[in-house]
């Protein structure tokens, strides 16, 4: 029998995991001395880039990878039942006993983050790429980990990724859920509430007071129609991303809530794995979700003129790999060294019904 506190203690440390635009999109019951649920609480997350909870389930996928090691830490070991209704439970895990602690990684966890600054050219090493690889292996048979190919024409890459910043920047209801989701007021990220820190995005002093002006949508879109705004945007963003070492690629062969959960416990063991290596490593994965959409022709609201852009530069970005014909890139981060961020998304203590 697990005391409550010890489940809470482990719930509390949990939470510091990632989620998109810091959505935090979960909650939890502690059903019995050895059984938690984690639900998802929908609309949390952008609903847009969020189809059909796909991104939310990648941010309880880590949230189960960060118990996992927490509870290997109390001697406690886990089993995870995905989806045990058909409601909004992500999962029910069950703790048990085990004859020792092991630490691995469980520091790591508060020390992860998002590094979106460039990178240098230098390159990882075999040794910390063979690390990164064999941290994935023991997570399910229906996820991959990719590393992309040696001779990847990061230039292209980085383009296509910033797709993405191009057609936020021209839709407006895109445009208005990423504002809407940006901190601007150190207080207000201190306090762990949902959302992200305009610091944590690396843009230079002249580029956050513009951010302030360009919230406004009339503003972007005249912007946009004199001096093609949205292009110059995706251009800054496409050289960020080109500065990378090397892009890591996840890979699925079904679109299945459970397998986007498995998404997210491979993404959060090569992250903090990557971050006990100190290696930098910023996910990048608009693109892929709206690829989802897309290839299931519901791009709403975002206009159909913008299907080909997408389907192209998501092709461009599959190519980077070799993965099989028939699988989908779920998630892509990308890995390089860098000088520390310049600031974290803080997190809510959990909620425990």
Same mark, same amino acid.
């Not at 292996?137 to 292209?156: G, M, N, Q, T």
């Not at 809407?180 to 843009?203: A, F, H, P, R, V």
């Not at 230079?204 to 945007?233: C, E, Y």
């Given at each position: 029998?697990?005391?409550?506190?010890? *489940?809470?203690?482990?719930?509390?440390?949990?939470?510091?995991?990632?989620? !998109?635009?810091?959505?935090?999109?979960?909650?939890?019951?502690?059903?019995?001395?050895?059984?938690?649920?984690?639900?998802?609480?929908?609309?949390?997350?952008?609903?847009?880039?969020?189809?059909?909870?796909?991104? &939310?389930?990648?941010?309880?996928? /880590?949230? %189960?990878?960060?118990?996992?090691? =927490?509870?290997? &830490?109390?001697?406690?070991?886990?089993?995870?039942?995905?989806?045990?209704?058909?409601?909004?439970?992500?999962?029910?895990?069950?703790?048990?006993?085990?004859?020792?602690?092991?630490?691995?990684?469980?520091?790591? %966890?508060?020390?992860?983050?998002?590094?979106?600054?460039?990178?240098?050219?230098?390159?990882?090493?075999?040794?910390?790429?063979?690390?990164? *690889?064999?941290?994935?292996?023991?997570?399910?048979?229906?996820?991959?980990?990719?590393?992309?190919?040696?001779?990847?024409?990061?230039?292209?890459? !980085?383009?296509?990724?910033?797709?993405?910043?191009?057609?936020?920047?021209?839709?407006?209801?895109?445009?208005?859920?990423?504002?809407?989701?940006?901190?601007?007021?150190?207080?207000?990220?201190?306090?762990? =509430?949902?959302?992200?820190?305009?610091?944590? +995005?690396? +843009?230079?002093?002249?580029?956050?007071?513009?951010?302030? =002006? *360009?919230?406004?949508?009339?503003?972007?879109?005249?912007?946009?129609?004199? %001096?093609?705004?949205?292009?110059?945007?995706?251009?800054?963003?496409?050289?960020?991303?080109?500065?990378?070492?090397?892009?890591?690629? %996840?890979?699925?062969?079904?679109?299945?809530?459970? /397998?986007?959960?498995?998404?997210?416990? *491979?993404?959060?063991?090569?992250?903090?794995? /990557?971050?006990?290596?100190?290696?930098?490593?910023?996910?990048?994965?608009?693109?892929?979700?709206?690829?989802?959409?897309?290839? #299931?022709?519901? +791009?709403?609201? =975002?206009?159909?003129?913008?299907?080909?852009?997408?389907?192209?530069?998501?092709?461009?970005?599959?190519?980077?790999?070799?993965?099989?014909?028939?699988?989908?890139?779920?998630?892509?981060?990308?890995?390089?060294?860098?000088?520390?961020?310049?600031?974290? &998304?803080?997190?809510?203590?959990? #909620?425990?019904?």
């Amino acid at each position: 029998m697990t005391e409550r506190r010890t *489940l809470e203690e482990i719930l509390a440390h949990a939470v510091f995991a990632p989620s !998109g635009d810091n959505s935090q999109p979960w909650k939890f019951s502690i059903l019995s001395g050895n059984t938690i649920r984690i639900w998802n609480i929908p609309g949390k997350d952008n609903p847009i880039l969020n189809y059909q909870q796909t991104g &939310s389930y990648v941010a309880h996928g /880590a949230l %189960i990878q960060n118990i996992r090691i =927490i509870a290997a &830490s109390k001697a406690l070991a886990i089993s995870v039942n995905y989806f045990p209704e058909k409601n909004n439970c992500v999962a029910e895990i069950i703790f048990s006993e085990t004859k020792e602690a092991v630490n691995t990684l469980y520091e790591t %966890i508060s020390k992860r983050g998002c590094n979106r600054k460039h990178y240098s050219k230098k390159p990882l090493s075999e040794s910390d790429k063979k690390t990164l *690889l064999l941290s994935t292996h023991s997570i399910s048979p229906s996820v991959s980990f990719v590393f992309s190919k040696d001779a990847v024409d990061k230039k292209e890459v !980085g383009k296509a990724l910033a797709t993405m910043e191009d057609i936020a920047l021209q839709v407006p209801e895109l445009h208005h859920l990423f504002f809407k989701d940006i901190l601007w007021d150190k207080k207000d990220n201190e306090s762990g =509430i949902e959302g992200l820190y305009i610091k944590s +995005l690396e +843009l230079p002093p002249p580029a956050q007071f513009a951010m302030r =002006i *360009l919230k406004h949508w009339k503003v972007t879109d005249t912007l946009n129609r004199s %001096i093609g705004l949205s292009k110059k945007i995706a251009a800054q963003m496409a050289s960020v991303y080109r500065d990378s070492a090397i892009y890591g690629g %996840i890979f699925i062969n079904k679109r299945t809530p459970e /397998a986007y959960v498995q998404v997210g416990e *491979l993404m959060q063991r090569v992250w903090l794995e /990557a971050t006990a290596l100190g290696i930098a490593v910023q996910p990048v994965t608009g693109l892929m979700f709206l690829t989802h959409r897309a290839e #299931v022709n519901d +791009l709403r609201p =975002i206009p159909k003129n913008f299907e080909k852009q997408i389907l192209d530069s998501y092709q461009k970005v599959f190519n980077a790999f070799d993965a099989p014909r028939d699988s989908h890139l779920a998630f892509l981060m990308r890995f390089g060294h860098s000088k520390p961020a310049s600031a974290r &998304s803080r997190r809510l203590p959990p #909620v425990i019904v």
